[in-house]
């Protein structure tokens, strides 16, 4: 029997509609015969056919990545038993029997000797919305910890914390994405969706052809690029000066009465401070911190209002002005504008987010944040313990209070008052995190690593016990797409035999710690639960249920149960108690940056990382993708040709990135796209090509998002293999 | 008992410092007295000339708000001038009468405009009565007054070629008044820009519609408005040119007489050392505009070649930030973090950069050499010291001007007129110190067309025509030889247009080149 199955691509937060069939005859279980031992990276035969499926967000469109995911399901590497390191640091397959009995041990002995706070979850914006909701319950209640976060703190925490302290609520984008079609003004800041998202461009096409796209970025990127040919406009501020160009924009919008003054009368607060704030940035001082000139930012201004008066002006922010020690600040800065500019929660016009992971809007709503419960509810607040008590039948005392946000928990690892034992869920943190080599230090420090994989990932590798689990085409679930839209995964393959879903793990240790409350390995139960967590809560899911999605119905949060949901938010009114959004005061911070100089021959550059079109995060998949492989190998460092000639490096040199916290050696780049000063290295690639083993693990103030796009480095033409080096060093020592 | 200190002068340095002190304010670790003589709280004097022309409006142009400082515990006194400083007694007497103690003492007074020593104008330049039909546009009601010459479509002549000068001109000229500038020498800007540079500027600022009067020495104004105000300003040549409103754009001379009257050192304006401090006074600093950074020591290098006040905001707002953690520390008390404090950075050549609308130009440093000037670009070079090195652009016809001045490759010197993005790269590499790349001729492109714009499918076969996909164009052609002759036959075959559609329009290319081709 054929299966097919109505789902969504297993990357990125556009989630894609796509439908799964299995190929006709041999595939009667799901599975085809085991690929021979020993295939390397020669790609299995796709156990599964792949098709773009009509749909709002992607109208049947995929990217490479979307059309390749099948060829993961049956990959040589695939983990597909319990792998547990041996003290010979080799990985031998056990029971699942053996592989609890092993963790409930590590938990209970790390507890024992160092309390329940040496015990660490990590989770990520990957896993569905019912894995992360039990993920966070598991943590605190059966393992009875506050030390949980997630890898989405390294992505949609600072626009999180922003959209929060604006509106009172974050949802990434408050309106459909087709709203976008019909756009007259947008204004994209730090995002190269023509990469991260492809079939997302379908969106832009309608401003690009009024010509009223403006990218803001550093680099000439495939996004960027859409706004040549009369598309639009290109802003290349210098990296790390997004702040300064966006008070400058406000500052065009208040001096040339561009403003919507009813608006801002009628539905924000803050706005004196603002104007006095924003007074210090005229567009010609902007221009000599950021580059980009003067009449420049007049325009754009000019434009985000003329477009609001016309066919609507959106302003979206993605990773590129996020990922700072002033993320948050960035972040509102661009919500200030948009406010000054009557755009947020208007018939056509808003400002958004673009959420990067699969359910990394999901994923930062159901309580695996360390500050948070359920339904997008502070921990610290009385009354939202007590519901989640009642909800869980249990005493409000047994919840934990805030955690370590994600940055400040990888920093504890192994450390006294730290944690001696962690779990890590859909996440590759010894390539995804900033400055990796302290990342990998830590895990190798702990006393007890599990991770839960298909792929025996960097992280992985380090651990003392690697959980096989599924991959989505192998399982039913939801997921909340970047429109906050929440989308079924459904099941199309039956997994391989020794694999299990988180949620069976969760359920089995949980018994085996004897914890409180009820877990389930049925996603729809586990759904069922969420419901009532979230009922009342800020996400509430409460009046979506599985047979009214799996109807197609479009089911935006919040739907509290009666309503029928929120495609567009903010309409009435902000979430904060006087319904109005709060315009906060920000400004540049000074940043003081010293560092030794290593080498005479290098030369001071400042190190953008970031993605390519044919990989997603860290990787650990699309690496093992043949056809993704073939296309991006390697990490290649993306550096300008009058740079690269002042230090002898031509296309293809083998050159070395460092600063005090390691080295990346990769293939030079030329390209014109990139500022002189400016170096990209994508992040995808493990070992020396790693670029977080360059990035610095500081931390915005509010929000606990990492500095992925500002680093100092040093830049110079690789003399000899490091290698080498490095052994040579090893002997005279 | 929390540390006390008090700022005269409440302008756009003095607000930018409390702000920076306010949460040690709040915290009880300091107490602050602001005293402003004007009757409002700080406002952005920068956009004055945006005010005087209906740009912007006061409420804008807002730095401050004193009744929120006050709520927040700054004692904040308008409207009023402090009389004298009491050393001794570390303590101000205000006109009003009213002392007010000071554990530490700011001055942020700022500077005043610079009178010309013109017949018919009161030299007086401590309290000068400007007669009516003049104005220095200087705070919020000579604004009112521009305001009113220009919404009347008046005669405006602005006297001087300094950048402020320019800008009000090239504003007013732009909201609809009749605008002379009048200046020393062949061009304006004197000597902060070259002749070419000059040359061109003055040319666009006629294409902008300025009249532009110079080399004319002024001697005089005449007064013969119906109201007796302002008709004429008289020229050393006999001649005259007629107006209905002068703005006098001469330049700001440093307010110091309050710090000469308490017997504090002075230059061009209230000398202080590196941390800010008042000669031999620990008690009192000085920022902005009314502060000259030069030290007791004879010896130091830095102050050998240190400038006076630059007049603009940006150094006396890193003043104002860098006092107020120095302020801080000083009001814990730790000797220690004190001295640990690293001193102010010294301040660059100033920048300037036009504001105006339609119009661009930055200059900074010093542009004096020309190319072939080998005795100037040779002059410094001692010691392994690089030489000066020139390169320039000039297009008078496009009103494109472009001089770097570099010293082993790092900018000493800019100019550039009518490039606007090459104007933002060259100030910025000028901020940081940074190099400038091998091939100068890089930063002239930046305001060129778009290179390499999508011009429709390359006609390389490898390379790629659907990014989304990864489908290179030979691929493409393949599958139209194979047989496909739509676009959705070739995404069905290749996958080529299946992600974003951005390429449909080169895939169709593709398809009829192949049976153009085949009629052919």
Redesign the interface.
């Known amino acids: 029997m054929t299966k097919s199955a109505d789902t969504h691509c297993p990357y990125c937060a556009l989630q894609c509609a796509m439908t799964l069939k299995s190929p006709a005859a041999p595939a009667a279980t799901g599975l085809t015969p085991a690929v021979q031992p020993g295939s390397g990276p020669v790609p299995a035969a796709p156990a599964l056919e792949v098709s773009?499926r009509d749909f709002p967000t992607n109208?049947?469109?995929?990217?490479?990545k979307g059309?390749t995911s099948a060829s993961l399901l049956q990959h040589p590497g695939r983990v597909t038993e319990p792998m547990f390191k041996g003290p010979d640091g080799v990985f031998r397959p056990i029971s699942w029997d053996e592989a609890l009995g092993r963790v409930t041990a590590a938990v209970k002995d790390a507890r024992a000797r160092h309390g329940a706070d040496s015990v660490g979850v990590f989770g990520g914006g990957g896993l569905t919305n019912e894995k992360a909701y039990q993920l966070g319950k598991f943590a605190r209640l059966a393992l009875g910890t506050s030390r949980i976060d997630y890898n989405g703190r390294f992505c949609m925490s600072s626009a999180a914390a922003a959209g929060m302290r604006a509106f009172g609520l974050d949802r990434g984008l408050p309106f459909p994405l087709e709203a976008l079609d019909t756009a007259s003004t947008i204004l994209m800041l730090g995002s190269n969706v023509?990469?991260t998202m492809?079939?997302?461009?379908?969106h832009l096409?309608g401003v690009r052809d009024a010509g009223g796209l403006i990218v803001v970025d550093p680099r000439r990127s495939?996004t960027a690029?859409f706004t040549?040919?009369g598309g639009g406009l290109h802003l290349q501020p210098?990296p790390g000066t997004d702040l300064t160009l966006l008070l400058g924009l406000s500052h065009v919008v208040?001096?040339?009465?561009l403003l919507d003054a009813d608006y801002v009368q009628a539905r924000t607060t803050g706005f004196?401070?603002v104007?006095?704030s924003v007074?210090?940035y005229?567009?010609?001082?902007v221009?000599?911190?950021?580059?980009?000139?003067?009449?420049?930012i007049?325009e754009t201004a000019r434009r985000l209002a003329a477009g609001a008066r016309r066919g609507g002006s959106y302003i979206l922010t993605g990773r590129g002005v996020e990922q700072h020690v002033d993320g948050t600040d960035t972040a509102t800065a661009a919500i200030n504008l948009s406010l000054l500019l009557g755009l947020p929660g208007s018939a056509r016009s808003g400002y958004g987010t673009l959420t990067g992971q699969g359910n990394g809007q999901g994923g930062r709503e159901h309580g695996q944040k360390a500050d948070q419960l359920p339904g997008y509810r502070k921990i610290t607040d009385p009354a939202a313990r007590a519901h989640m008590a009642s909800v869980w039948g249990v005493d409000e005392s047994l919840i934990p209070g805030p955690g370590l946000p994600a940055v400040q928990l990888l920093k504890s690892l192994g450390q006294p008052d730290g944690v001696r034992c962690l779990f890590v869920h859909a996440s590759n943190i010894a390539v995804a995190s900033p400055d990796a080599n302290a990342v990998i230090r830590g895990l190798r420090s702990l006393d007890f690593l599990v991770v839960c994989d298909f792929f025996m990932s960097e992280t992985a590798a380090e651990a003392d016990l690697v959980l096989p689990v599924l991959q989505w085409a192998e399982e039913e679930g939801t997921l909340t797409n970047l429109e906050g839209r929440v989308l079924r995964r459904r099941q199309a393959i039956q997994p391989p035999a020794g694999a299990r879903s988180e949620l069976w793990i969760m359920a089995r240790l949980a018994e085996a710690l004897d914890a409180p409350s009820t877990y389930s390995d049925d996603p729809e139960t586990v759904f069922e639960e969420l419901r009532l967590a979230s009922a009342g809560g800020a996400a509430d899911y409460s009046g979506i249920d599985y047979a009214m999605l799996d109807s197609g119905a479009a089911a935006y949060w919040p739907y509290p149960a009666g309503s029928t949901g929120t495609p567009r938010m903010f309409v009435d009114g902000f979430a904060h108690p006087d319904g109005k959004a709060v315009m906060t005061p920000v400004a540049p911070r000074?940043r003081r940056t010293s560092m030794a100089h290593p080498d005479p021959a290098a030369k001071p550059m400042t190190l953008i990382t970031g993605r390519l079109?044919?990989h997603y995060q860290s990787g650990a998949q699309t690496r093992r993708v043949a056809?993704l492989l073939a296309?991006q190998p390697e990490a290649r460092i993306q550096i300008?040709p009058?740079?690269a000639?002042?230090m002898g490096i031509t296309d293809g040199a083998e050159v070395s990135v460092a600063n005090e916290r390691g080295e990346v050696v990769c293939r030079a780049e030329l390209s014109?796209a990139i500022r002189?000063?400016t170096v990209f290295l994508p992040f995808h690639f493990p070992e020396l090509e790693s670029a977080n083993r360059l990035t610095e693990a500081a931390t915005d103030p509010i929000s606990g998002m990492p500095e992925f796009k500002f680093n100092k480095v040093w830049v110079r033409l690789a003399v000899a293999t490091p290698i080498t080096s490095l052994l040579q060093t090893a002997e005279a020592s | 008992m929390s540390e006390q200190i008090v700022i005269v002068g409440f302008g756009?340095v003095a607000a930018?410092l409390v702000d920076e002190l306010l949460p040690a304010l709040r915290a009880g670790q300091v107490g602050l007295t602001v005293i402003g003589q004007e009757a409002e709280a700080a406002?952005?004097r920068?956009?004055v000339a945006?005010l005087g022309v209906g740009?912007?409006?006061p409420?804008?142009?807002?730095?401050?708000?004193a009744a929120?400082l006050v709520a927040d515990g700054v004692d904040v006194r308008l409207g009023v001038k402090v009389r004298r400083v009491d050393r001794a007694r570390q303590s101000v007497i205000l006109s009003d009468g009213t002392p007010a103690h000071y554990d530490r003492l700011v001055f942020a007074t700022g500077s005043r405009p610079v009178i010309p020593n013109l017949t018919g104008l009161n030299p007086d330049p401590a309290a000068p009565v400007l007669p009516p039909g003049v104005t220095a546009l200087r705070d919020l009601r000579d604004a009112e007054v521009l305001r009113q010459a220009v919404a009347g479509r008046k005669r405006v002549v602005v006297l001087g070629g300094g950048v402020l000068g320019l800008e009000t001109a090239l504003a007013a000229a732009e909201e609809g008044a009749t605008v002379t500038v009048v200046h020393n020498g062949p061009h304006p800007l004197g000597r902060n820009i070259d002749r070419g540079g000059g040359t061109v500027l003055s040319a666009s600022l006629r294409n902008c519609g300025v009249r532009m009067a110079g080399n004319a020495r002024s001697t005089g104004v005449e007064h013969n408005a119906p109201d007796g105000g302002f008709s004429a300003l008289l020229l050393d040549d006999g001649s005259a040119i007629d107006g209905d409103l002068l703005v006098l754009s001469c330049g700001v001379r440093p307010r110091i007489e309050l710090a000469e009257g308490c017997g504090l050192s002075t230059g061009t304006g209230i000398l202080v050392d590196h941390r800010l401090r008042a000669h031999h006074e620990p008690h009192i600093f000085a920022i902005g505009d009314c502060a000259e950074v030069r030290c007791p020591d004879p010896a130091c290098i830095e102050c050998r070649t240190a400038r006076g006040p630059s007049g603009l905001?940006?150094p006396g707002?890193r003043q104002a930030?860098w006092l107020a953690e120095y302020l801080l520390l000083l009001s814990e008390g730790a000797a220690e973090d004190v001295d640990s404090l690293p001193q102010l950075p010294q301040e660059k050549p100033g920048?300037v950069?036009?504001?105006a609308?339609?119009m661009?130009m930055a200059v900074a440093g010093d542009n004096s050499a020309d190319p072939w000037d080998e005795e100037v670009l040779t002059a410094g070079a001692v010691n392994g010291r690089p030489r000066l090195q020139i390169a320039q652009w000039a297009d008078p016809e496009h009103g494109r001007y472009v001089k770097m001045t570099t010293r082993g490759g790092v900018l000493e010197g800019l100019v550039s007129v009518g490039m606007?993005?090459t104007?933002?790269?060259l100030?910025?590499l000028f901020?940081?110190g940074?190099?400038l790349?091998?091939?100068r001729s890089?930063l002239l492109r930046l305001d060129g067309p778009?290179?390499l714009?999508?011009a429709g499918a390359s006609n390389n076969p490898e390379s790629t025509v659907c990014?989304?996909?990864?489908v290179s164009g030979g691929k493409i052609a393949e599958a139209v030889t194979g047989g496909c002759s739509t676009v959705a036959e070739v995404s069905a075959s290749t996958?080529a247009g299946?992600?974003?559609?951005?390429c449909h329009e080169d895939i169709k290319g593709l398809i009829e080149k192949h049976f153009q081709g085949a009629a052919a």
């Open positions: 773009g109208r049947g469109g995929l990217c490479r059309w023509a990469e492809p079939p997302f461009v379908q096409q495939a690029k040549s040919d210098l208040i001096h040339e009465g004196d401070a104007v006095r007074n210090a005229w567009p010609e001082r221009q000599s911190v950021t580059g980009v000139p003067a009449d420049l007049r000074r079109l044919e056809e296309a300008h009058a740079a000639a002042a014109t002189p000063e | 756009p930018r406002y952005n920068v956009l945006d740009r912007t409006t409420e804008a142009l807002a730095l401050a708000d929120a905001v940006g707002w930030e920048v950069v036009l504001k609308r339609g661009n606007p993005r104007a933002g790269e100030v910025q901020e940081r940074a190099e790349p091998t091939d890089l778009d290179q714009a999508s990014r989304c996909a990864g996958r299946t992600g974003c559609g951005g």
